[in-house]
């Protein structure tokens, strides 16, 4: 008996989902405007959160409900660590720590792979379709926008494991109606994915935050280099 979860998470975090599209940081990104510090540590968060994602679905895989959605092929951790390469080199595990924001992401994630493993669906739904279904524009605009020569730089966006994405989308959504789930269960999971929207929300206004200390910088700079050519 299909419960319509696939259904019930797209309606029921309507506007979670465009509170988070509209933080000024994804606003730019998606008009094109992309800070090339600020997206290299968007990454780096990424990476812990992924990595702990995948840490909590791969110990729960047995799980009753998580087995529903045991997916290796969609894990990013390690397209995250060609992207970290390419910005920071080799030893780009010396340059990166989880912000405050994705530290309570991540501690989340953690707490209810122990407690609670039937809503690590939430995390899976909010991340991975997300990322199946806006994956190649938001690469494209990376790209074009700080100008990358190679998909070396944006390996976070191509899922090379799924051969048709809209069709693994379908399957994806099924399995989810197909859980077996009772009714508080099905609350739960839509009020957890809400909060995965939030704490993506958090992080996002974190960036914007150190977007605009920079540009600050940026611009008392060139107020400074002014001032000294009327000296």
Known sequence: MSTDLAQKLRKGT???H???????FVKSFLGGVVD?????????????IYSAIEEEIDKNKNHEVVKYIYFPKLYRKNSLIEDLTYYYGSNWSDFI????ATQIYI??????????????IAHSYTRYIGDLSGGQILKKIAKNAMQLPNDAST?????????DENLFKDYYRSSLNNIPLSQLQIEQIIAEANMAFNLNMKIFQELNSNLFK???MLLLSSINSFRKKLV
């Open 14 to 16: 309507t506007k979670s």
């Open 36 to 48: 090339k510090n600020s997206y290299r540590k968007l990454v780096g968060n990424l990476f812990f």
């Open 107 to 120: 501690d989340r994630i953690h707490k209810i792979g122990h407690s609670s493993p039937e809503l690590l």
């Open 18 to 24: 465009s509170m988070a599209e509209n933080v000024s």
């Open 97 to 100: 720590q989880p912000s405050s």
């Open 214 to 216: 920079i540009m600050l």
């Open 155 to 163: 390996s976070f966006y191509d899922f090379h494991l799924v051969e």
